[in-house]
């Protein structure tokens, strides 16, 4: 399995941005995708993860009402719609695979993308 991420950028905060992750190599239908993040000095943490199947959606609580995962079944691509950013978004976003049900758990996850730098200014 390999993921592609992209979409990163420097925005100020209240903009928006949209991250896209392209998957390659297996069939997807038993597995969860999911976005994570790490901010310079701090550990990598969840964002938001979907299952591929179902669409079953799970947020952090920071991020819920601004952000948006969504998924493309016939392009194997899952996307990141983040509005109304704030300076502490800043981070390297990572998305990531897993079999299974989506859980917020870095660990669980078997395949991680190159990360796609998102940069919030005040």
């Known amino acids: 399995v390999q993921l592609q991420a992209s979409g990163g950028g420097l925005v100020q905060a209240g903009g928006s941005l949209r991250l896209s992750c392209a998957a390659s190599?297996?069939?997807?239908?038993?597995?969860?995708m999911g976005w994570f993040r790490q901010a310079p000095g701090k550990e990598r943490e969840f964002v938001a993860a979907?299952?591929?199947?179902?669409?079953?959606?799970v947020y952090a609580d920071s991020v819920k009402g601004r952000f948006t995962i969504s998924r493309d079944n016939t392009k194997n691509t899952m996307y990141l719609q983040m509005n109304n950013l704030k300076p502490e978004d800043t981070a390297v976003y990572y998305c990531?695979?897993?079999?299974?049900?989506?859980?917020?758990?870095?660990?669980?996850?078997?395949?991680w993308g190159q990360g796609a730098q998102v940069t919030v200014s005040s």
């Open positions: 190599g297996r069939t997807f239908s038993i597995y969860s």
């Open positions: 990531a695979i897993r079999r299974g049900a989506p859980l917020n758990v870095v660990s669980s996850y078997d395949y």
């Open positions: 979907t299952w591929w199947s179902d669409g079953n959606i």
